[in-house]
């Protein structure tokens, strides 16, 4: 419950990871950053020492600036553009780079670089000019991680 009331107060942002099996056999999983707006402790006799917890949570969605630059060549009339994704404003500067090596995926880098694999959405976050989807990278890839 101190936890609760930590993230609660915090309005940090956090993972919220739920796994869940069908009976027919599939699998779903929701994994997304959620802020703690409330909770409820309730406790019933007929439940035994069982407490029930409900909460309210909200979509926390990083965000950042992106410029856009357009230039004209002479011999083609037609503009040409490019894209690139500034550092998100809540994202801390990188604190060094990893190049992934084969067996890698972003839970593992994390794990091993920050000390916990679930921060792997901080790695994903920060290089998404270089990662279209988090499970995919491949070897060779430099990758910005945070401090």
């Excluded at 599939?26 to 309730?42: A, C, G």
């Excluded at 780079?97 to 794990?111: M, N």
């Excluded at 000390?115 to 990278?137: C, F, H, M, Q, V």
Aim: aromatic share 10%.
């Amino acid at each position: 419950m101190d936890k609760l009331e930590e993230l609660k107060e915090s309005k940090s942002p956090f993972s919220f990871i739920v796994i869940r099996d069908t009976p027919a056999g599939s699998f779903h999983d929701t994994n997304i950053m959620v802020t703690l707006e409330d909770y409820k402790m309730t406790d019933d006799v007929k439940e035994g020492f069982d407490v029930s917890v409900s909460f309210n949570l909200k979509e926390y969605r990083h965000y950042g600036t992106k410029r856009v630059g357009f230039s004209l060549i002479e011999d083609n009339p037609v503009p040409t553009g490019t894209m690139e994704a500034d550092r998100a404003a809540n994202t801390a500067p990188s604190a060094g780079s990893y190049t992934v090596v084969k067996g890698d995926c972003l839970w593992s880098i994390a794990k091993k670089l920050l000390g916990n694999g679930a921060r792997y959405t901080e790695i994903y976050d920060l290089n998404r000019d270089k990662i279209s989807k988090p499970n995919l990278i491949y070897p060779g890839q430099v990758l910005s991680i945070p401090q």
